[in-house]
């Protein structure tokens, strides 16, 4: 008996987006057709059978890709497909039914493998029965960033413990608050603690609460952190830095859903999901034997890890310009940008203190701008290259002895000289004058041209 051909639906405004992915679908023997309007969509879904549909999100009309996924999820599986790729559209997606959600530019091994598995399977993903996005919380269009949405829409539809890995500074945090906010329990608290600056004592009765008496000043009785995250989401944040004693405790409390306060016998039952973060190698620890194993997979249920900011620089000039509005918003300051050569220094350097530092850098040069444009030399030395210091250098030295006017246009004369190998036409260019007012200057001040 003939095998029947699976037929996909391309939708995108942009024609030559079309004809693209068709290419790539027949070369592996599936059998498509494409649309550039979702009425076109209509009308062609109710004359042929199909068994996939990939849809561009914004199609250039009133209606979205949301709305053909609506109309199709059904039916068939919908792959959605991106150029503006953000939490908001990853987490309504999975929402709504897609089967994947993909940004472009997209990877032709990406796109085979999603449409070869949405092909093998006919259960399409859970949906999130009650989510809205948290805003601001993280940004990102890069494909590394639209995975990490996707996991956290996945881990949002669960009640699974959580293990989030990765650097100091690249927002683990905000990815355990996104996990909550789109989860059923959305409404309840979302209580964090870092378990790395506290003692073990302190840590242990900030967690569980104490008795009255338990120890000196514990005058009253007091509920912890577990009790108030009751119905909610704990966040163990440095997860890593506890004591094996400690880790015995959260092992039980997670298993059991009980805690029991310090210096009393009775327990109490607790409905709190767990969400532990982490930049050390838990498993290494592990080997090591400086983290209980059973922890580390009671823990690591889920595990989604928040790539370092050198992993994603095309992020950098999203991300500068959210720290940016913000800052301004704060300062009362309007119409500030960055240079184009400032976005490129800042997208050549390390960033070993990850987005937390981009933030900081970011106020720096904020504070330092006199203009209406951040320039290279209002950000910190530490990311400019050994002679973009030197020039930041001259500057920041131009008017530290309190020159007169005089002495001051002398100083820049001779640097736009120097910089200019002696060009007396480009040097009266970059001045603003004629040669002739040049060499009036260049003779008050005794410069030899």
């Given at each position: 008996?003939?095998?029947?051909?699976?037929k996909i639906l391309?939708i995108d405004d942009?024609k030559?987006?079309?004809e693209?992915?068709?290419?790539?679908?027949r070369?592996?023997d599936?059998?498509t057709?494409?649309?550039?309007s979702?009425?076109?969509?209509?009308?062609i879904f109710?004359?042929?059978?199909?068994?996939?549909?990939?849809s561009?999100v914004?199609?250039?009309?009133?209606?979205s890709g949301?709305?053909?996924?609506k109309?199709?999820?059904?039916s068939?599986?919908v792959?959605?497909?991106?150029?503006?790729g953000?939490?908001?559209?990853?987490?309504?997606s999975?929402?709504?039914?897609?089967?994947?959600?993909?940004?472009?530019?997209?990877?032709?091994?990406e796109?085979?493998?999603?449409?070869?598995?949405a092909?093998?399977?006919?259960s399409?993903?859970?949906?999130?029965?009650?989510?809205?996005?948290?805003?601001?919380m993280?940004?990102?269009r890069?494909p590394?960033?639209?995975e990490?949405?996707?996991?956290?829409a996945?881990?949002?539809?669960?009640r699974s413990?959580?293990?989030?890995t990765?650097e100091?500074?690249?927002g683990?945090?905000?990815?355990?608050?996104?996990?909550?906010?789109?989860s059923l329990r959305?409404n309840?608290?979302?209580v964090?603690?870092?378990?790395?600056a506290l003692t073990?004592?302190?840590?242990?009765a900030?967690?569980f609460g104490h008795?009255?008496?338990a120890f000196?000043?514990?005058?009253?009785d007091?509920?912890?952190l577990?009790e108030?995250?009751?119905?909610?989401?704990?966040?163990l944040?440095?997860?890593g830095?506890t004591?094996?004693?400690?880790?015995?405790?959260?092992?039980?409390a997670?298993q059991e859903?009980?805690?029991?306060?310090?210096?009393?016998?009775?327990?109490?039952?607790?409905?709190?999901?767990?969400?532990?973060?982490?930049?050390?190698n838990l498993e290494e620890?592990?080997k090591?034997?400086?983290?209980?194993?059973?922890?580390f997979y009671?823990?690591s249920?889920?595990?989604?890890?928040?790539?370092?900011l050198r992993?994603r620089v095309?992020?950098?000039?999203l991300?500068?310009?959210k720290?940016?509005?913000?800052?301004?918003?704060e300062?009362k300051k309007?119409?500030l940008?960055?240079s184009?050569e400032?976005?490129?220094?800042?997208?050549?350097?390390e960033w070993?203190?990850?987005?937390?530092?981009?933030?900081?850098?970011v106020?720096?040069?904020?504070l330092?701008?006199?203009g209406?444009e951040?320039?290279?030399?209002?950000?910190?030395?530490?990311?400019l290259?050994e002679?973009?210091?030197?020039?930041?250098q001259f500057?920041?030295?131009?008017?530290?002895d309190?020159?007169s006017?005089?002495?001051l246009?002398?100083r820049?004369l001779?640097?736009?000289?120097?910089?200019t190998?002696?060009?007396?036409?480009k040097?009266a260019?970059?001045?603003g004058?004629d040669?002739?007012t040049?060499?009036?200057?260049?003779?008050?001040f005794?410069?030899?041209?």
């Amino acid at each position: 008996m003939k095998q029947e051909v699976k037929k996909i639906l391309v939708i995108d405004d942009d024609k030559a987006s079309c004809e693209l992915l068709e290419e790539i679908l027949r070369a592996c023997d599936w059998a498509t057709s494409s649309v550039q309007s979702p009425e076109d969509a209509f009308e062609i879904f109710r004359k042929e059978k199909f068994h996939l549909v990939i849809s561009d999100v914004n199609l250039g009309s009133t209606l979205s890709g949301i709305d053909i996924l609506k109309r199709f999820r059904e039916s068939v599986p919908v792959i959605l497909i991106t150029g503006f790729g953000s939490l908001e559209s990853a987490i309504e997606s999975i929402k709504e039914g897609a089967f994947d959600f993909i940004s472009k530019p997209f990877k032709v091994e990406e796109i085979v493998s999603v449409v070869k598995r949405a092909m093998e399977t006919s259960s399409h993903a859970k949906k999130i029965e009650s989510a809205e996005f948290l805003s601001g919380m993280l940004v990102g269009r890069t494909p590394i960033m639209i995975e990490l949405y996707k996991e956290i829409a996945r881990a949002a539809m669960t009640r699974s413990t959580v293990l989030i890995t990765g650097e100091s500074g690249t927002g683990k945090e905000l990815v355990a608050k996104a996990i909550h906010q789109h989860s059923l329990r959305k409404n309840k608290p979302f209580v964090a603690v870092n378990c790395g600056a506290l003692t073990e004592t302190l840590l242990e009765a900030e967690l569980f609460g104490h008795s009255r008496g338990a120890f000196t000043g514990a005058v009253f009785d007091r509920r912890g952190l577990w009790e108030e995250a009751d119905g909610g989401t704990l966040f163990l944040d440095e997860i890593g830095e506890t004591s094996l004693a400690m880790q015995v405790k959260l092992l039980r409390a997670i298993q059991e859903g009980e805690i029991r306060r310090v210096g009393s016998s009775q327990t109490k039952r607790v409905d709190v999901r767990v969400i532990a973060a982490t930049n050390k190698n838990l498993e290494e620890e592990v080997k090591k034997d400086n983290f209980r194993e059973d922890l580390f997979y009671r823990l690591s249920v889920i595990t989604i890890h928040v790539p370092p900011l050198r992993e994603r620089v095309e992020d950098i000039p999203l991300l500068a310009e959210k720290f940016l509005r913000e800052i301004c918003s704060e300062l009362k300051k309007t119409n500030l940008s960055f240079s184009e050569e400032a976005i490129k220094i800042m997208q050549s350097y390390e960033w070993r203190g990850n987005v937390r530092e981009l933030q900081a850098v970011v106020e720096y040069a904020a504070l330092r701008c006199r203009g209406q444009e951040i320039l290279p030399e209002d950000l910190p030395v530490k990311l400019l290259s050994e002679d973009l210091k030197v020039e930041n250098q001259f500057f920041s030295n131009l008017y530290l002895d309190l020159p007169s006017l005089d002495e001051l246009e002398k100083r820049y004369l001779i640097y736009v000289l120097e910089k200019t190998g002696n060009n007396r036409t480009k040097a009266a260019e970059i001045l603003g004058i004629d040669r002739r007012t040049l060499y009036r200057m260049a003779e008050r001040f005794g410069i030899q041209l």
